[in-house]
C-alpha cells in the first residue's frame, strides 16, 4: 500500500503582478541581466503563513526567472534572536520546497563592513553621535504634523564624532547613552528621515558574533546594505516598509557601493480568525494557550506541517491569493480548499470511525459471511487495495444512528436499511441502552444476498462507513476547530485578542479505523471516508503500537457557509 504522498507536483503557471511587471521591464530595458532575490526573517520566532507567502514570492521569482535568491537572517536584535529559530526556519524553507542561493547569509557576516560604512558617512558629514536620551530623542523628533527638532549634538565636528563612535565601539560608554545617527532632515515630512538612528549600544550576547560588539546596527541601515553586498536586484517586503524606502535609498546613494537594489512594496497577507504576528503567536506559546509553535492550531509553518498542509498546497495557496499592494484579508477556506484539492489525489482512503457506537449483526456466520476488497483511491489503481474484513461486532459513526430521524434521513434507524461501504446492507433490529439511556449495541441483521449487488425489491440510498471490531485498531484522533472566535481577533481596539481565544479548538477522541492505517508511517496521509484528511502526527505516531491522526481538514468547506 502507498501511505506516502507521491511528489509529482504539477507545474502551475504563475499569476503575474506588477512586480513580475517591473522585473520585465528591468530586464526588457537592459536594467538588469538577471533576477536576484533574497527572504530576509529575523531569528526571533518561527514563521508563519504570511512568512509562506514572502517565501513563495521571492523563492518563486527567483525559479521562474531562473535567477537566485538567498536566505539572509536579519540578526540585529541579539536579545530577541534564538539559534532555535534560525534553524527552524531553515526547515521551513526547504520544506515548502525551496532551496536558497549558497550559502545561509547573516546580516551579521556584514557587521565590520556596516561598521566602515558608518564610519563613510560620519567622515562626509552625514552622521553623528548623539547624546539625547530615548526620550529626549522622542521629544525632538516632533509628530505628523510638527518638524522635529535638531538635537544639541548634531553639529559636532567629524573628528568628535569619529572618536566617539569608535569609543562607543570600544564599550567606553553605557547602553543607552549614545547612538549614532543619520544627519538628514529634521524637517521631512516623513518622520523615517528625521536623523533616525543608525547605530546604538547595547551589551548583549549575540547568536553568532556572541560578544564581540556592543554597539549594533539598526534595521533599516543594515537591510538596504545587505542587499547591496549581496548584489539583490529586488527587495521585496511588505507595505509597512513603504515609508522606509527614502531611507534605504538615501543609504545606498551616500555610501560608496556599487548596487543599488530596487525596494518594492506588497501586501501583507492577514487570515480570518487567526493572527499573523509573532510577537501575538509568541504570546499564544508563551502563555500555554496552545501546546507550542508547531501546534497544530497554529498558522505557523510548523503547525501547518504537523496539523497535515502539504508543501504544494501552500505553495498554491500563495498563488492563488497572488500579490498585490491592496488589502490582503483571507478566508481560512482559501487556503484550506488548496490543502484539500492537493490531498485529494494523493491521500489513500480508508474507513475510521471516530464516535463510535457498536453494531451486532446477530446473523453473522463465521466463515459464510464475505468479506470485500477494495482499493485505496478510486481514481488511482496504483495505490493497491486491502480487504475490507467483516466481523459479527462493527463500529459505527454515532451521527449515522437516529432513533427518531429527520425527514429525509438515509442513514440507519430502528427498522430501517442501510448499506455499509464496501459491504452488506444491514437492519436495524433493536437498540441496547444501558441503566441512563445511552447506546451500548445496535442489533442487526445483514442481508446476505447484497455484497456486491443492490437487495431484491427495494432502494437502499444511504451508505455509511464502519469499521470491523475484530480487525480495527485503535487510533487517537485530534480535532481541530479555529483557534479564535471572532474573524479579526486582533482588529479590536480596546479587546485583547486573547479574549476571543476559542476554547473549544481541540477535541481529542478515541476512534477506530482500518488496519494498515496502525503501520502508517508518521506524516502520512489519508481520508478516513466521509471525515476527512487526517495525517499520521510526526512525533506522537508510533506505527504498529499508538496510531495518532490530526484532522488536516474536512472534505467540505464549513467556513465559508458559516459566514455566510
Ligand atoms: P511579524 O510582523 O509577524 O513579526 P516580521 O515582518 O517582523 O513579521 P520578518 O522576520 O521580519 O517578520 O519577516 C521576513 C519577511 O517576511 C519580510 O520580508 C516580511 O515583509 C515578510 N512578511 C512578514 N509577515 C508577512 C505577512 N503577513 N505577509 C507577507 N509577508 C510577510
Ligand atoms: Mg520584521
Known sequence: MSDSVPSNTPIIAPVTNFIRGIIDADLA??????VAT????????????GHAKSICLNFGLAQDYAGTCNLRFDDTNPEKETTE???????????????WHGPVRWASDYFSQLYDFAEELIRKGLAYVCDLTAEEMRDYRGTLTEPGRPSPWRDRSIEENLDLFRRMRAGEFPDGSRTLRARIDMASPNINMRDPVIYRIKRAHHIRTGDAWCIYPMYDYTHCISDALEGITHSLCTLEFEDHRPLYDWVLDNITIPCHPQQIEFSRLEMRYTVTSKRKLNQLVAQGHVAGWDDPRMPTIHGMRRRGYTPAGIREFARRIGISKSENLVDLSVLEGCIREDLEAK????????????????????????SRSAGFHPNHPEFGEREVPISRELWIEAEDFSEAPPPGWQR????????????????CDGVVKDEHGDIVELRCTLDP??????????KVKGVIHWVSAAHAVPVEVRLYDRLFTDPEPDGHKDRDF?????????????????????????EAHYQFERLGYFYADRFDHQPGKRPVFNRTVGLKDSWSREQA
Request: net charge positive; glycine share 10%.
Open 449 to 458: 444476498d447484497t455484497l456486491g449487488q443492490n437487495p431484491v425489491g427495494r
Open 412 to 427: 440507519l434507524t430502528p427498522g430501517g436499511e442501510v448499506r455499509l461501504r464496501y459491504s452488506y446492507v444491514i437492519r
Open 85 to 99: 529559530y534560525a534553524s527552524a526556519i531553515q526547515e521551513d524553507v526547504r520544506w515548502l520546497g525551496f532551496q
Open 29 to 34: 530595458s537592459g536594467k538588469h541581466r538577471t
Open 498 to 522: 486573547l479574549e476571543f481565544l476559542n476554547h473549544e479548538s481541540l477535541r481529542v477522541v478515541r476512534g477506530w479505523a482500518e488496519s494498515p492505517v496502525g503501520q502508517a508511517k508518521p
Open 38 to 49: 533574497r527572504f530576509p526573517p529575523e531569528p526571533n520566532g518561527y514563521l508563519h503563513v
Open 347 to 370: 491521500a489513500p482512503r480508508v474507513m475510521a470511525v471516530v464516535h463510535p457506537i457498536k453494531v451486532v449483526l446477530t446473523n453473522f456466520r463465521e466463515g459464510v459471511t464475505a
